[in-house]
Every structure is written in structure tokens, then in C-alpha cells.
């Protein structure tokens, strides 16, 4: 029996045009966590629920994946993706949490982060990189290494300037730019 050629991760164009199908990205006017106003809304929740449209994500995630020794996500937008990206390369994965549990052993994250792991975070939309510049204080208060984060749309609202001076380089497969071209 012959398996089928695995397809090509997408491209971004690709993600673009998935994402505006799904009904992830929303044209008008929109008022963003941070605060700011918006003629473009991102919630890539909107495409995950579609195990296609997942299955696209996990792939062209995946095909970024490096040598670290595990994935982490925050909750809530990121948790399938790191799952799906986790299933697709075999690494172990750890689901950050927005603030620690009340109770029990109040952990900020689920999974385990050993001591000197190198970490790849994994995002779904990164505006001013308030939310990832947490995932990275999480894993490092853990012991571990961050020096890459993925992130599926980059708002390109400053969250690569914010990281750098973490030490940490972002990489979107899609940028507000690449999506707003799509979209003619």
C-alpha cells in the first residue's frame, strides 16, 4: 500500500484565505485587548474548530519547529494549535496558564518544563506582545529556555520589537501586511 505524499505546509496567501473563509478576520471597526481601535478583527479560534482548516495550521506550524525540547501555548487561542503542532512532531507540550490557579498547586502552567529545556512558544495572533512576553516570564521562571516564538498572524503592532528585547525572535507565517493583500 502507497501512502500519499504528505501535502505541502501552507503558504501564507494560503492561511490568509483560510482564515477570511473561516470568519477568523473581520473588517470594520474593533476595539482590541490592548485598547486599541481596529479596521481588522484576528480571532483565529474561529478557524481551529474545523479540523481541515487545524490540520493546515498544525502543518505549517510544524514545518517551523526547531530542535527544542518541547512546545507551550497560553490558554486559551493557542491550546489547540500547540496540541495539533505537538501530535504532528512528536514533542511534548505545556499549556500556560493566564494566571495561576486559587487553588491546589496554584501552577501558572500544566505540563512540565525540566530545568535548561529549550521551549518553542507558539501563538495565534500577537499584537503588542504583552501575552507572549508573559509566556516567556512563565518559562523562564520554570527553568526554561526561550529564544523563538511562532505565531500564526502578527498584528505587526510592535510584538517583534517587544520580544527582541527579550532575546526572543517571533516568527509569523502570516503578518497584517501579507493578510491585508489577500484580501484584494
Known amino acids: 500500500m502507497t501512502v500519499p ?20 478576520v473581520r473588517f470594520g471597526t474593533f476595539t482590541l485587548a490592548s485598547g486599541a481601535t481596529s479596521d481588522v478583527y484576528i480571532d ?12 493546515g495550521l498544525a502543518r505549517a506550524l510544524a514545518a517551523h519547529v526547531g530542535s527544542e525540547d518541547r512546545l507551550a501555548g497560553m490558554e486559551l487561542g493557542a491550546v489547540p494549535l500547540v496540541v495539533a503542532v505537538a501530535l504532528r512532531t512528536g514533542k511534548p507540550y505545556v499549556v500556560l496558564r493566564k494566571a495561576p490557579k486559587e487553588h491546589g498547586t496554584r501552577q501558572p502552567f500544566e505540563g512540565e518544563i525540566p530545568g535548561g529545556s529549550s521551549v518553542l512558544l507558539i501563538e495565534d495572533v500577537t499584537t503588542t506582545g504583552g501575552s507572549t512576553a508573559r509566556s516567556v516570564e512563565i518559562v523562564r521562571a520554570a527553568g526554561g529556555r526561550v529564544d523563538r516564538a511562532l505565531v500564526v498572524v502578527d498584528r505587526q503592532d510592535g510584538a517583534p520589537e517587544k520580544l527582541r528585547e527579550l532575546g526572543v525572535r ?15
Not at 505524499?5 to 477568523?24: Q, S
Not at 501586511?177 to 484584494?184: C, D, G, I
Open 5 to 24: 505524499p504528505e501535502p505541502a505546509p501552507w503558504t501564507a496567501t494560503e492561511i490568509a484565505r483560510e482564515l477570511i473563509e473561516a470568519g477568523a
Open 44 to 55: 483565529v479560534k474561529r478557524a481551529w474548530p474545523d479540523p481541515r482548516r487545524l490540520e
Open 170 to 184: 517571533l516568527e509569523p507565517l502570516l503578518t497584517m501586511a501579507e493578510l491585508r493583500a489577500a484580501r484584494r
